[in-house]
C-alpha cells in the first residue's frame, strides 16, 4: 500500500503529517480553488443549479448502467427483470435531468424543502426526548427550528425557487469545503517541524 507513487505509506502518524506538511502549499491553493469556484457558485446560482443537476444526472446514468450490468449477474428471471427495470430507470432520469435540467431542479428542489421539515421536526422531537432524560438539549432545538424553517421556505417559495437553491447550498458547501482545506494547510505550515 502505498501513500502516493513516490514511497511507501508512512508508519505513523508523525511521519504521514511530515509528508502532508510538506504540501502545504498545495493543499491551501485546492481549499482557494473550492473558495472560488463556490463565490461563483453563489454569485450565479441559477447556472450552478443547472450544472448540479446535470452533475447529478450524469451520476445516475452511470449509477444506472452498473445496475443494468449487475443484472446480468443475478440469477433467476425476476431478480434480473427487477435490476434490469430499476437501472433503466435510473438511466432514463438521467437523461430526462440532463436534457431539462430545470424541470428535474424544480423536483429536487421540493424534495429537499420537504426532508429539511422532515428533519428540523425530528431533531425537535429528539431535543425534546433528551430534556426529559435530562441531558442538554437546547442547541439541537435552536438546529431543528433552524432546519425546519430553511424547509418551510423553500417550499413557501417551491417552484420559484427551484431555480436559485441548489445553486446556492451548492456554493455554500464548496466554500466551506475550501475554508476547510485552507485551515489544514496553514495549519500544517504552522506545525513544528518534527
Excluded at 509528508?19 to 491553493?29: H, S
Excluded at 437523461?95 to 428542489?109: G, H, K, R, V
Excluded at 431533531?123 to 431543528?144: D, E, H, L, Q, T
Aim: proline content about 4%; glycine content about 14%.
Amino acid at each position: 500500500m502505498t501513500l502516493s507513487t513516490n514511497g511507501p505509506l508512512p508508519p505513523n502518524l508523525a511521519e504521514g503529517l511530515k509528508v502532508l506538511r510538506a504540501k502545504w502549499g498545495w493543499i491551501v491553493a485546492l481549499g482557494v480553488v473550492f473558495l472560488i469556484a463556490g463565490f461563483i457558485a453563489v454569485g450565479s446560482a441559477v447556472a450552478a443549479t443547472a450544472s448540479a443537476v446535470m452533475i447529478i444526472g450524469i451520476m445516475m446514468i452511470m449509477g444506472g448502467a452498473a445496475e443494468i450490468v449487475a443484472a446480468f449477474s443475478v440469477k433467476g428471471w425476476g431478480k434480473f427483470a427487477v435490476w434490469m427495470l430499476l437501472g433503466l430507470l435510473y438511466v432514463g432520469a438521467g437523461f430526462i435531468a440532463i436534457m431539462n435540467p430545470f424541470a428535474a431542479a424544480t423536483i429536487l428542489t421540493l424534495l429537499l424543502g420537504a426532508a429539511l421539515v422532515a428533519g428540523g421536526v425530528l431533531r425537535i422531537f429528539i431535543a425534546f426526548s433528551m430534556k426529559a432524560a435530562g441531558k442538554p438539549w437546547g442547541w439541537i432545538v435552536v438546529s431543528g427550528l433552524v432546519t425546519l424553517l430553511l424547509g418551510a421556505m423553500i417550499i413557501a417559495q417551491w417552484p420559484a425557487s427551484s431555480f436559485f437553491v441548489l445553486g446556492i447550498f451548492l456554493g455554500i458547501d464548496l466554500i466551506f469545503i475550501g475554508s476547510g482545506w485552507v485551515t489544514m494547510g496553514l495549519a500544517l505550515k504552522n506545525r513544528p517541524a518534527a
